[in-house]
């Protein structure tokens, strides 16, 4: 695994987060299925659920194979 240096990534309000980071977990999800399928342990929360929500919007319109999503 390549080490990638750290980032900053600022936003401006909790629906911000949750839209940027279920975005960014989608990404991650789909370049993981290349492999294989994949396990993914959730946490609660009013940002992770909002997250959950954003998430949710965004893999159904992407090539997230959600049958290899555990």
């Known amino acids: 695994m390549n080490a990638q240096a750290p980032r900053v990534v600022r ?4 629906a911000e987060v949750a839209e940027g980071v279920a975005g960014q977990l989608l990404d991650r999800l789909i370049q ?4 294989g399928d994949v396990n ?7 940002t992770a ?8 919007t965004q893999a159904a319109e992407s090539d997230l ?3 290899r999503l555990h």
């Open 11 to 14: 936003f401006a309000n909790a």
């Open 32 to 35: 993981l299925q290349a492999a």
């Open 40 to 46: 993914l342990c959730l946490t609660g929360g009013r």
């Open 49 to 56: 659920n909002r997250m959950y929500e954003s998430l949710a």
């Open 65 to 67: 194979d959600p049958g």
